[in-house]
Structure formats: structure tokens, C-alpha cells
Nanobody, 122 residues
């Protein structure tokens, strides 16, 4: 099973930007980003297909966040116009298939990374 490692989190002021990276130990196909705010459920952020041609985003981040990839092993999450409500631990994961992406259910993803903390101050 591929191992994933997120990086790039940190503290940023509202309106600022961060870029998260997800490095995989092996080749990956469709990849997703999730986040888990404090004391809340893990929620879907977006996903990218195997060649980077297709992306899908949650309504809450559409127009502010962009997912891209560099080959088969690295995926990025560019976050712009950050808001305090974006504060969360961010995770990347491998989608079982592109077909499950619109549902955004964590159970349809595996090989989770350890997460990286993003904190947006008001």
C-alpha cells in the first residue's frame, strides 16, 4: 500500500495563501484532499484524477483552492483567500476510483497521510 506524507501547513492570516504538498511512496492515480476542523468530522476538499486533467472541488473551496499534480507521486493543494473557517488538519488520500470522488466519502479513500495543520487567523 502506498504511503503518503503531507507538508506545507502552517499559520497564515486571513486572506493569505498556502500550498500543501502530498508526496507518495509509489505511483498513485486519483487523489483527494480532506480536512478535519477541530471537533468536527473529516470533510472532502477536492480531488484530481491520474493525469491531472480532471479536478473536483467542494463548494466551500471552489474558486479559492486549486489541486494539481506533478507526475504520479506528488499532488499539491494551493489555497488562496484563506478564511478562519479553513483552519483544520489537512489530509491527502488515494481514491478507490475517480467514480467515487463526487461523493466525497472518506470511506472511499485509503492510504491516508498523517495530516498537516493549517491555521488561519482572523
Amino acid at each position: 500500500q502506498v504511503q503518503l506524507e503531507e507538508s506545507g501547513g502552517g499559520l497564515v492570516q486571513a486572506g493569505g495563501s498556502l500550498r500543501l504538498s502530498c508526496a507518495a511512496s509509489g505511483r498513485t492515480f486519483s487523489m483527494g484532499w480532506f480536512r478535519q476542523p477541530p471537533e468536527k468530522e473529516r470533510e472532502f476538499v477536492g480531488a484530481i484524477n491520474w493525469n491531472g486533467v480532471a479536478t473536483y472541488y467542494a463548494d466551500s473551496v471552489k474558486g479559492r483552492f486549486t489541486i494539481s499534480r506533478d507526475g504520479a507521486k506528488t499532488v499539491y493543494l494551493q489555497m488562496n483567500s484563506l478564511k478562519p473557517e479553513d483552519t483544520a488538519v489537512y489530509y491527502c488520500a488515494v481514491a478507490r476510483s475517480w467514480a467515487v470522488v463526487p461523493g466525497g466519502h472518506p470511506a472511499d479513500f485509503n492510504s491516508w497521510g498523517q495530516g498537516t495543520q493549517v491555521t488561519v487567523s482572523a
